[in-house]
């Protein structure tokens, strides 16, 4: 059975996924955070446990799908585990479609993709067994503009929409809340699209009524949430 009053953070990196972590953290949440070393998180986990939070870390590789299988699963394999998953890692690498490899193509999907897919395979049984969940996603306005430069990424993040779309559709029978935010600019402190306001945006996700849900929200900075493209 899961609590839904613990969330998972795949992706706490020092942007972004440790805004939301403090958030949440506010409200009394426990918390997992996952990132690819102790290097990304100790500082973190270290300010929120000295806030009087209950952290876990957990060292996993998003690109690396058998290693954060196994490095997630056992959080759901028992009494506790996360009601609530947030999904923000990404691989921000410039490229071109026209000279960009296989390979990095793959490393690329791995990170921004099939890492989201495998952490929601984990965490839905137990989210069913609760009798409800919420998944989150981080989208980018990369997904609508597709900008030649940054191409792995931009379909990664097109992708990313059409994984919470799917999951939204399946699982809302399930009580479970599956939805991407679409971040329409570039996340900076001190501007309209400051980590700390998103995070509020997802605290605010994460509070909707059930007949409030959708499969995506989209932010730009302004005080109010679009549902248009």
């Given amino acids: 059975m899961s609590d839904e009053r613990h969330l998972l953070v795949v992706g706490a990196g020092p942007g972004l996924g440790a805004s939301v972590a403090r958030r949440f953290a506010r409200e009394g949440y426990r918390l997992t955070l996952v990132a690819r070393s102790h290097a990304t998180t100790d500082a973190l986990a270290d300010e929120l446990r000295?806030?009087?939070?209950?952290?876990?870390?957990?060292?996993?590789?998003?690109?690396?799908?058998?290693?954060?299988?196994?490095?997630?699963?056992?959080?759901?394999?028992e009494p506790g585990a996360p009601?609530?998953?947030?999904?923000?890692?990404?691989?921000?690498?410039?490229?071109?479609?026209?000279?960009?490899?296989?390979?990095?193509?793959?490393?690329?999907?791995?990170?921004?993709?099939?890492?989201?897919?495998?952490?929601?395979?984990?965490?839905?049984?137990?989210?069913?067994?609760?009798?409800?969940?919420?998944?989150?996603?981080?989208?980018?306005?990369?997904?609508?503009?597709?900008?030649?430069?940054?191409?792995?990424?931009?379909?990664?993040?097109?992708?990313?929409?059409?994984?919470?779309?799917?999951?939204?559709?399946?699982?809302?029978?399930?009580?479970?809340?599956?939805g991407s935010l679409t971040i329409l600019g570039p996340i900076a402190a001190g501007t309209p699209l400051d980590p700390d306001r998103i995070a509020d945006v997802y605290w605010a996700i994460r509070n909707e009524e059930p007949e409030d849900w959708r499969e995506e929200y989209r932010f730009d900075g302004s005080s109010s949430l679009s549902s248009e493209p």
Avoid: C, W
């Fill in 50 to 77: 000295a806030a009087g939070t209950d952290v876990t870390v957990v060292v996993a590789d998003a690109g690396d799908p058998d290693g954060l299988r196994a490095a997630v699963a056992p959080l759901f394999a």
């Fill in 83 to 178: 009601g609530a998953v947030f999904y923000s890692a990404v691989l921000p690498t410039p490229d071109d479609l026209l000279t960009v490899t296989p390979e990095q193509l793959a490393a690329a999907y791995a990170v921004d993709v099939i890492g989201a897919v495998v952490t929601v395979q984990i965490a839905v049984p137990a989210m069913r067994a609760a009798g409800g969940g919420t998944l989150l996603f981080t989208g980018g306005g990369f997904a609508d503009a597709l900008p030649q430069s940054l191409a792995t990424l931009s379909l990664g993040k097109l992708a990313l929409r059409g994984v919470a779309t799917i999951l939204a559709r399946e699982l809302r029978a399930d009580n479970i809340h599956a």
